[in-house]
């Protein structure tokens, strides 16, 4: 059981992971050991996700989420296998936290007050003032 946040949970088998060689130059065993993860997560079918956290989690997921409704996490940061696995893991999390979070509050328009105008207005004045004085003096 894996805790999102108080009210989220995610069960263990929703979770599949499969390791895989990562990419990048050669090195210390780079190109035989199965350091890389591959997370996914199937956020359509997850039991444990309300409705609207499952909307927001597919708009945040973006290109990391497929036609079928899996999220895929790949993880290689690390040149182990369990801090790889750590780290996709963790950002899932973040993620879904993200997701879990409510929306904020719609904008509510206001109109500028008074005296906002008035200072608007003066600076325009001003600035009027100073390209007018750049001009050549009239030919009488």
């Known amino acids: 059981m894996i805790r999102v946040t108080p009210f989220i949970s995610l069960v263990d088998s929703e979770i599949s992971l499969e390791f895989l060689r990562a990419s990048g ?34 708009r945040l997921a973006g290109s990391r989420l497929t036609k079928e409704g899996e999220i895929i996490i790949e993880a290689q940061r690390h040149r182990t296998q369990e801090r790889n696995r750590a780290d996709a893991l963790e950002r899932l999390i973040d993620l879904i936290r993200e997701a879990a979070a409510p929306p904020p509050p719609p904008r509510r328009k206001t109109k500028p ?3 906002s105008k008035m200072r608007r207005l003066e600076g325009k004045k ?7 004085m750049r001009a050549k003096p009239a030919q009488d």
């Not at 039991?47 to 989690?57: I, T, Y």
């Open 126 to 132: 001003l600035r009027g003032d100073v390209k007018a």
């Open 113 to 115: 007050t008074l005296g």
């Open 25 to 58: 130059p050669g090195g210390q065993n780079v190109q035989k050991v199965e350091s890389a993860v591959r997370l996914r997560f199937d956020v359509w079918r997850s039991p444990n996700l309300p409705d609207g956290v499952k909307l927001r989690l597919a």
